[in-house]
Every structure is written in C-alpha cells, then in structure tokens.
C-alpha cells in the first residue's frame, strides 16, 4: 500500500509519475526482492519516491478470514502503523476489493470505490484523513488458492 500526501493541488512533493512508464523500470528490483527479501524496504522507498508518496508497504491480507499481516513497510508512522494493523486493515474497503483485482494491475483506492465514497469511508476519515493522506495506491502481486 502506498500513501500519497494530501494537497489541494496534488502530491506535496511534485508532479505525478506517470504509473505506466515509471513502474516497468522498477520491475526488476521488485523481482529481485523474490530471491532476498531484505531488499523490500530500499525498493519501497524508492517505489514511494517516484510516485510522490510518503510510505509503502507489502502486506499479506486473507479476506476470507480478517487476516492481515505487515510484512515490510517504509515511511509509516509507527503509532498509525500499529492502529491499521489492529483495526483499521479490516475497515479498509479498497484493500479488501484489491484481493479479487488483476495479478500486476496497480490501481488506487479513488479508482476502486471512487471519489465520493472514499472520502466520505470511515477508514479514510479516521486512518487517512489524520495524517494528511489522500490516496492509496495497491497492487496485487500473488493470489493464493
């Protein structure tokens, strides 16, 4: 999950990347975290650099059972970190509809519900909203059966 930062004009940081040309480039050092997990973190920096956002994060996510596990993460709050952990995971819609979307397909939680809804969500209001985030971004990478 990516987290962009809230601004009336766009991201704090500068323009948007363009997700289709700026992810291919990347792909290698996403794959490259496959054989040495330890390299997730320097890949999620760099990932949230280029997008202009402020965290990333891999997670583990069963939405049959609630399940949630935070694999590695950069950028988070610790103290919000620890609240979607325990509560607010499960409060978020966006991730939950992620798990049934397209292997290698980011979208974002504006694309999944749409504007109004999101904004006006409980997990965005409380978890989102606190800490100046406007958007998040998701991809799902594996699917279990």
Known sequence: ?????ESDSGPVRGERMDISTALPSMIGEIYDCAIDARRWRDVLERLATEFDCVSGSISVRNPATG??????????????????????HRLSAAGTLNCFGAIDAPTTAMDLLGEEEWFA???????C???GLINSALALIARSE
């Open 129 to 131: 909203k606190p800490q």
């Open 121 to 127: 969500s409980r997990f965005y209001r409380e978890w």
């Open 1 to 5: 999950m990516g987290d962009c930062p």
């Open 67 to 88: 399940e949630f596990r935070s694999v590695e993460d950069w950028g988070m709050d610790p103290g919000y970190k620890r609240l979607y952990v325990d509560k607010y």
